[in-house]
Nanobody, 124 residues
Framework: QVQLGESGGGLVQAGGSLRLSCAAS????????MGWFRQAPGKEREFIAG????????YYANSVKGRFTISRDNAKNTVYLQMNSLNPEDTAVYYC?????????????????WGQGTQVTVSS
């Protein structure tokens, strides 16, 4: 089992920044590729960023490419999501997830463990 806990969400004005953190406990963190998803009210859960086990590879959805950066610190068992140039369309609950796949994956069924989510609200 891997337990994941997100933090860092909140209310921010359009154009602002937030940094989300996801702390993991349980099994060896570096054995898991990690991903960030978000879900807005009435919408499906959306993949936004993924990072490989070592952190050497990343992948982003077009909607956040160039604005968001995913990173990880395996020594601290933590994955981060730096979000810049936020706009109201980024408002959602943000989730981190862990996958035991060898490569970065983007579909929710590919992930084995999920955090409970953190709310991000961007005001105009």
């Amino acid at each position: 089992q891997v337990q994941l806990g997100e933090s860092g969400g909140g209310l921010v004005q359009a154009g602002g920044s937030l940094r989300l953190s996801c702390a993991a406990s349980g099994r060896t963190f570096s054995n898991y590729a990690m991903g960030w998803f978000r879900q807005a009210p009435g919408k499906e859960r959306e993949f936004i960023a993924g990072i490989s086990r070592s952190g050497s590879s990343t992948y982003y959805a077009n909607s956040v490419k160039g604005r968001f950066t995913i990173s990880r610190d395996n020594a601290k068992n933590t994955v981060y999501l730096q979000m810049n140039s936020l706009n109201p369309e980024d408002t959602a609950v943000y989730y981190c997830a862990a996958s035991n796949r060898q490569v970065i994956t983007t579909t929710p069924p590919s992930f084995d463990y999920w955090g409970q989510g953190t709310q991000v609200t961007v005001s105009s």
